[in-house]
């Protein structure tokens, strides 16, 4: 039997979520943890909620494919995938647009995002309802198996959401398959709910990610956002060459500072830390200081992420 959502369950939903809480719903794929794609501070709460030590970039919901195609730059490759496959389980990375309203950390800081349509009307509805995209990876906790019931989510992450939206068991069971159409060729990220052979039947064939060298984890896959200027990390102390990438109290001396979180908050600090990267690798370079320097972030909770990351951007992404 198929019980259909209310529209009011759907508009509880929404307002939730545009009050930049968590809320798990259904997809074709699993259950994904949503969240407001476009409020870092939500998107951060996400990572808090899985437990995730790293920030892996996260797939955007649309409504609609129109509404993927206005926050990236889509190829006719990607228009021709978007109208035979979607909605349904494939996402599609491409280069963002310029004026892109999706949180640096949804996408972990990098140039592309992950675009996808979600097949189920109410999941649709829900983001439509919402009016922005949703963030959302699959809704456990980091190293644990994807949900594909809404008993699944409560299991797992209960007490740590705002609420599930019960859309009933999924039915494909699987993630999307990921296809990068950001570089020269297509190339295959993750197999999932669409065969790749249904792909190349379209397309024409498809690259898998290990053609290109070892096989590689999400992480590795990624050239993620490194600054220009050399960082060091866990630094207690200021050089008078050196801008400051500050956590808590910043130290007297500091001629150019970017605060992640004054209050030494990690979930703000968190939300902040791409922008953060980027404005002070900049600023840096205008004001012709020759390094940047970040002072220690606990490791615990969602700073374990954030360490992961820096240290990263401190080995020039090639970490
Ligand atoms: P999940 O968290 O299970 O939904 O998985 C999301 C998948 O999409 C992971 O394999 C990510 O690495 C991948 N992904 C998301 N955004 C991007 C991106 N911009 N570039 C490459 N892969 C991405
Ligand atoms: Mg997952």
Redesign the pocket.
Same mark, same amino acid.
């Given at each position: 039997m198929t019980l259909r959502l209310s529209a009011q369950q759907i508009a509880e939903a929404a307002r939730l979520l545009q009050a930049g809480q968590l809320v798990a719903f259904g997809t074709e794929? @699993?259950y994904?943890l949503g969240a407001d794609a476009t409020n870092s501070r939500a998107v951060a709460a996400i990572y808090q909620a899985k437990g995730r030590p790293s920030f892996? =970039?996260?797939?955007c919901h649309y409504a609609t494919a129109e509404a993927a195609f206005a926050d990236v730059r889509a190829s006719g490759m990607a228009r021709a995938l978007a109208t035979h496959f979607w909605p349904g389980p494939l996402?599609l @990375?491409l280069p963002r647009a310029v004026d892109c309203p999706v949180s640096e950390l949804a996408?972990?800081g990098?140039?592309?995002?992950?675009v996808r349509v979600p097949a189920p009307a109410a999941a649709r509805s829900l983001i439509a309802a919402v009016g922005r995209p949703l963030a959302? =990876? +699959?809704a456990n906790p980091s190293g644990k198996i +994807?949900p594909t019931t809404a008993q699944h989510v409560i299991d797992g992450l209960g007490g740590k959401i705002a609420a599930v939206l019960d859309t009933g068991p999924c039915l494909v069971g699987l993630? +999307?398959t @990921?296809l990068?159409l +950001?570089g020269a060729a297509p190339c295959l990220?993750?197999p999932g709910g669409v065969p790749v052979e249904a792909i190349e039947a379209l397309i024409g064939p498809v690259g898998r990610a290990h053609d290109h060298g070892a096989p590689k984890s =999400?992480?590795q896959?990624?050239s993620h956002y490194a600054p220009n200027l050399p960082l060091r990390l866990d630094a207690v102390a200021i050089a008078p060459h050196e801008a400051l990438l500050a956590f808590g109290p910043a130290p007297t001396g500091a001629r150019l500072v970017f605060n992640l979180s004054e209050a030494g908050d990690l979930a703000e600090a968190a939300s902040r830390l791409f922008e953060g990267l980027r404005w002070l690798d900049r600023e840096a370079a205008r004001g012709g200081f020759t390094g940047l320097a970040a002072m220690p972030i606990p490791g615990h909770g969602l700073g374990a992420a954030i360490r992961d990351r820096l240290a990263r951007a401190a080995h020039d992404g090639k970490f």
């Open positions: 794929t @699993v994904g892996n =970039p996260l797939i996402t @990375v996408a972990a990098l140039a592309t995002l992950a959302a =990876p +699959s +994807s993630e +999307s @990921v990068d +950001s990220l993750r =999400p992480g896959l990624l």
